[in-house]
């Protein structure tokens, strides 16, 4: 898959950065050592964290060495790694584990959970935030277009996979054995943003990363107007002139069992 586009993704900086300021406002306020950003990006979490806990040690994973490079410069008196959050082992328990929009792109939520859970010191709190958007005009179009006869052979079924997530009690029963608390809550957020080519813009940064990295730039340019005729029906121009894009997000706060 092509790699991550910090500048892209900050194109939206403050509306991806608002619901990880939210998942963190439900963190309880208690010392914290050692704290992992789960999928840190370009470091506009990480940030978040580092104001809140200015003496922990805080340290910033990804997968991706572009959206790492961009987090060095922000944030040079963090430590960044290059890891899968999949099979990522720390050195030490954890006090925090934070991932805000990262979960969604791992399968297997079942032991991913418990395994994390296990990663975090007695009292610890493991607080995630993953878009529960895959049946929202903007994904389910990506999905539909995909499938037409141009597009089938090109792309494949597999850039429609991404991870569906749990429910909101199915994640409550894989947490709630280890945990002392757990929070779940979910939010649908309506930015008002100037046009649906903006709606397209938001999502070439994530979602339609699948779905362009296998074809060529031609056809990634054709794909793109294909699903653009789409969204400027699904996202009709407002009185003022702008769109609403709702994008539904799910919220989990966890906190260990002393």
Same mark, same amino acid.
């Given at each position: 898959?092509?790699? =991550?586009? !910090?500048?892209?993704? +900050?194109?939206?900086?403050?509306? *991806? ?21 789960? %999928? ?7 940030e ?5 806990? !200015?003496?922990?040690a805080?340290? $910033? ?11 060095r410069?922000?944030? !040079?008196?963090?430590?960044f790694?290059?890891? /899968? ?7 030490q ?6 991932a805000?929009?990262?979960?969604? =792109? ?17 009292? %610890?709190s ?21 499938? +037409?006869?141009? =597009?089938?052979?090109?792309?494949g079924? #597999?850039?429609? $996979? ?6 909101? %009690?199915?994640?409550?029963? &894989?947490?709630?054995? #280890? ?7 979910r939010?649908?957020?309506f930015?008002s943003? !100037? ?6 813009? =938001?999502?070439?940064?994530?979602? &339609? +990363? ?6 060529n ?14 969204? /400027? &029906?699904?996202?009709?121009?407002? +009185?003022?002139? *702008? ?16």
């Amino acid at each position: 898959m092509q790699e =991550w586009n !910090p500048e892209l993704y +900050r194109q939206f900086e403050a509306e *991806r950065t608002r619901p990880a300021q939210e998942l963190l406002a439900r963190v309880a306020r208690q010392p914290a050592q050692h704290i992992t950003d789960l %999928g840190c990006g370009p470091a506009n979490s990480t940030e978040l964290l580092k104001q809140r806990y !200015p003496h922990a040690a805080i340290t $910033g994973i990804d997968n991706s060495g572009t959206m790492l490079e961009s987090a060095r410069t922000r944030l !040079p008196g963090c430590q960044f790694e290059q890891a /899968d959050i999949a099979t990522w082992q720390p050195a030490q328990a954890q006090d925090l584990l934070y991932a805000n929009a990262s979960l969604q =792109w791992l399968d297997d939520h079942a032991r991913l959970l418990p395994r994390l859970m296990g990663l975090l010191a007695p009292g %610890g709190s493991l607080a995630i935030q993953m878009p529960d958007n895959r049946e929202e005009p903007t994904h389910r179009l990506m999905r539909e277009v995909a499938a +037409r006869d141009a =597009w089938r052979e090109k792309i494949g079924p #597999e850039a429609a $996979g991404r991870v569906k997530i749990l429910s909101a %009690g199915e994640y409550y029963d &894989l947490l709630a054995p #280890e945990a002392e608390s757990v929070d779940i809550w979910r939010t649908t957020y309506f930015h008002s943003l !100037p046009s649906p080519a903006s709606v397209v813009e =938001w999502v070439r940064a994530t979602g &339609l +990363r699948p779905f362009l990295a296998p074809l060529n730039k031609v056809d990634q340019e054709t794909f793109l107007q294909h699903y653009q005729s789409e969204i /400027d &029906l699904a996202y009709p121009t407002r +009185r003022d002139g *702008r769109v609403l894009l709702a994008f539904p997000r799910l919220f989990i706060v966890a906190r260990k069992k002393i």
